[in-house]
C-alpha cells in the first residue's frame, strides 16, 4: 500500500516560533510599566498625602500654628554732631574770596571778631620795610570793607586785639617797642597804656582790661593786666629767665589761659579771681588757645618738627607734626602745613585741606568761622583770601 508523504509548511511553523520567543520580552515591557505606573501614582497621590498627614492637613486636631518671625530690632539713630561736613566734595572756588585791597600792597596780625575780620594793612617804606598805617575792617557777610586810621606816633600798628568798646594796639617802632595804645572805638579818642622798651607785644582783652607779657628786665618778663578806664596795672606773674614768657596768654569769654612761669598751663577765672591748673599731659605748653570745647595749644616754640595738640577735658590727642602755628575755631582747627593749609574737625577728627591744586597757602590768621590766609603763589603782592569753615550746630 503506497503511503504519501506530507510535508509541513515552514512559513507556518517559523511565525509561531517567533511569536513564542517574543513572548517573554513583551510580558517583561508589560510588568515595567505596570511598576512605573505605580510609581508615578505614588509620587503623584501618596507622598503628599503623607507629608500632610504629619503636618496636620489630616489630622483631626488642630495643628500647632508656627508663630511669623519675630522681626528685628530697629537701630535706635544716634546723634553725630558731624554727620556731613560741608566740605565733602566742596566746591573750593565758589567758597572762598579775595579781599581786595588795592590801596595798600601788605597785611599782618590778623584777628577776628564777631563776623568782622581786622588787620593792619600798609604799604613799603623808602628804608625797605613795611609800615602798617591802617586797620583794615572786613565785613564778612557783607563782604565790604573800611579802613580805620588810628593814632601813631611811630610807623606801624601791630597786634591789634578789638572787641565792642575798644581796639588795643602796639604803636610800634621801626626796631621793636614803642606803646601800648587803646582806642575807645565810641567816642574815637586814644591814650597811651604804658611805654613798651623791647620787642613787639601781642595784647589780648576782656571787657575793659589788656592782658599782655613784656620784657622789662634783661631776663625777666611780666604778665600785666590794665585796666583801661583808669590806667592802672597789676602784674599776675613773673618770668625769671623762663622759656615760657614766649608763650601769649589767651582771653576767651571770662576767663585768661596763660603757661605760668613753672610750666603749668593755668585759668584764671577774670570774675572771681580764683585760678587753676589744667593737667593735659603734655610736658610743654605753648601759645594755648581755648573755647568751650576744649584747649588746643603747641608742644614746642613752633619748631618745624613740633606737634598740634587738642584737649578736650577728659583726654589730650595729636592734631598733626610739623605745623608750626594753629588757629582755634568753633568746632576745627586750622594750621598750615608744607603750603598748604588745612581745617581738622576736632569733632570727629575728620581733616581737610582747603587749598586749591596748583596753589600754596600760607595761614594768617582766623576764628570765630572763617580762616583767612595769603595766597603766596606769587609774591609780587599779598592776596589774601577768606573762607567759611565753621560748623555750628
Known amino acids: 500500500m503506497k503511503h504519501e508523504k506530507r510535508y509541513r509548511s515552514t512559513t507556518k511553523l517559523g511565525k509561531h516560533l517567533m511569536r513564542f520567543r517574543a513572548l517573554p520580552w ?9 511598576f512605573a505606573a505605580l510609581g508615578w501614582a505614588a509620587w503623584k497621590y501618596a507622598v503628599p498625602f503623607f507629608e500632610n498627614l504629619g503636618n496636620g492637613a489630616y489630622s483631626c486636631q488642630k495643628p500647632e500654628e508656627t508663630p511669623p518671625p519675630t522681626p528685628p530690632p530697629t537701630p535706635e539713630a544716634t546723634h553725630n554732631p558731624y554727620p556731613d561736613h560741608a566740605l565733602y566734595n566742596a566746591d573750593l572756588k565758589s567758597m572762598q574770596t579775595e579781599i581786595v585791597i588795592p590801596e595798600y600792597q601788605y597785611a599782618a596780625d590778623v584777628g577776628v571778631y564777631r563776623g568782622t575780620v581786622f588787620a593792619p594793612i600798609g604799604n613799603y617804606t623808602p628804608d625797605g620795610t613795611a609800615a602798617f598805617v591802617r586797620l583794615l575792617l572786613y565785613d ?80 625777666r618778663d611780666k604778665l600785666f593786666a590794665v585796666d583801661l578806664l583808669t590806667g592802672e596795672s597789676a602784674t599776675l606773674a613773673i618770668y625769671d629767665g623762663s622759656s615760657y614768657a614766649l608763650s601769649e596768654p589767651f582771653a576767651y569769654g571770662s576767663t585768661l589761659l596763660y603757661v605760668a612761669p613753672d ?131
Open 263 to 393: 610750666g603749668m598751663l593755668t585759668k584764671l577765672d577774670l570774675t572771681s579771681g580764683g585760678s587753676e591748673t589744667i593737667r593735659v599731659g603734655a610736658a610743654y605748653i605753648h601759645d594755648p588757645q581755648m573755647n568751650a570745647d576744649g584747649i588746643a595749644f603747641l608742644d614746642s616754640d613752633h619748631a618745624k618738627d613740633g606737634h598740634i595738640l587738642w584737649y578736650n577735658g577728659k583726654e589730650t590727642v595729636e592734631v598733626v607734626t610739623g605745623a608750626v602755628d594753629f588757629v582755634l575755631g568753633d568746632g576745627f582747627i586750622a594750621y598750615s602745613r608744607f603750603d598748604k593749609n588745612y581745617v581738622y574737625y576736632y569733632g570727629d577728627g575728620t581733616t581737610f585741606c582747603t587749598t586749591r591744586s596748583g596753589e600754596s597757602a600760607m595761614l594768617l590768621g582766623g576764628g570765630e568761622d572763617v580762616i583767612v590766609w595769603m595766597d603766596v603763589t606769587w609774591r609780587d603782592k599779598d592776596i589774601m583770601e577768606i573762607m567759611t569753615v565753621g560748623e555750628k550746630q
Open 140 to 219: 564778612v557777610g557783607e563782604h565790604k570793607q573800611t579802613y580805620l586810621r588810628l593814632p601813631l606816633t611811630y610807623k606801624s600798628i601791630r597786634f591789634p586785639a578789638m572787641n565792642d568798646d575798644w581796639i588795643v594796639y602796639l604803636d610800634a617802632a621801626a626796631n621793636g617797642g614803642g606803646q601800648m595804645t587803646a582806642y575807645n572805638r565810641e567816642t574815637q579818642e586814644t591814650h597811651v597804656l604804658k611805654v613798651v622798651h623791647t620787642g613787639l607785644v601781642r595784647p589780648v582783652l576782656y571787657q575793659n582790661t589788656a592782658f599782655w607779657i613784656e620784657r622789662t628786665g634783661q631776663t
Open 26 to 34: 513583551i510580558e517583561l515591557l508589560l510588568v515595567l510599566g505596570f
